[in-house]
């Protein structure tokens, strides 16, 4: 008899108090001629995971609207290498949930104190629009001195790079943190022939004083919290995060 054949095992669902969660994603922006919004899964993901653990969420963008998966992580693209995440695809069609893309709330329309966590997705649009965006620096900021969890996947960790607190310091001041590596913006580079990105999250935050960039290698599945700050290295790592986010709120 194989020793698999003498284990027994049995396991039990968590019963989760309902939480209310705010999932960010940028809104369209030009990167090299082509529209760039929002990789699909580091939305949807986390999404489903958060709603099938009794969650309510909320979809916002900094400007409102309408929103777009990215061209090349959304599974209804043609050859798609994403052509399988049933995840991203069930939202498009969800009768509820899908409508959430043609009218994204505006963060203007954010009351911090209605949530308990913030959920920021990466693609390609973070880096052109999150910049220059005082008004979500401050949400993101407003988010985590109300004693709120701070996730960010991806290009959405781009906005540790900028975020301050009201006393001046970044977010990312003292802290452990993860994003979208300077490796994989090569790799992505070379998929597309060309360079996409004129700066990269990792090369900006080792100038940064008194923080940590941590990562793996090349779309491995890495997770990092660092108290109530809570960040994913790409997509790959979108599941991971979101368990991360969910222990954080049973806590």
């Known amino acids: 008899m194989l020793a698999s054949d003498l284990k027994v095992e049995t396991r039990r669902g968590v019963v989760r108090k ?24 580091e939305m949807t993901r986390a999404f489903l995971m958060f709603t099938e653990a009794g969650h309510h969420v909320d979809l916002a963008s900094p400007q409102g609207g309408e929103v777009m998966y990215d061209t090349h992580s959304d599974p209804r ?18 009768p509820r949930f899908g409508p959430m893309l043609k009218q994204s709330m505006p963060i203007s329309a954010v009351h911090v104190d209605d949530y308990d966590a ?34 960010l996947i991806c290009h959405g960790s781009s906005l540790l790079l900028w975020t301050r607190l009201s006393d001046g310091s970044l977010l990312a001041k003292g802290k452990k943190w993860t994003g979208f590596t300077d490796e994989e913006e090569e790799d992505v580079n070379k998929a597309f022939g060309m360079k996409l990105n004129d ?21 491995q599945p890495f997770a990092v919290r660092d108290g ?15 368990e991360l986010v969910l222990e954080a709120l049973d806590e």
């Not at 705010?22 to 922006?29: E, F, P, Q």
């Not at 693209?77 to 969800?94: K, M, R, W």
């Not at 008004?135 to 985590?144: G, S, V």
């Open 18 to 41: 309902p939480r209310r969660i705010l999932s960010i994603v940028s809104n369209t922006a030009q990167l090299k001629g082509f529209p760039v919004g929002f990789f699909a899964e």
């Open 199 to 219: 700066y990269t999250i990792q090369s900006e935050a080792a100038r940064i004083d008194d923080t940590r960039f941590l990562c793996r290698g090349l779309n």
């Open 228 to 242: 109530r700050l809570i960040t994913g290295q790409q997509q790959y790592s979108s599941g991971l995060t979101a």
């Open 118 to 151: 913030v959920w920021v997705a990466g693609g390609g649009g973070p880096l052109l629009t999150f910049k220059d965006d005082p008004a979500l620096h401050k949400l993101i900021a407003d988010f985590y001195e109300k004693g709120k969890i701070v996730a």
């Open 77 to 94: 693209t043609p050859g798609s290498a994403y052509a399988d995440d049933l995840i991203s695809l069930g939202f498009v069609h969800h």
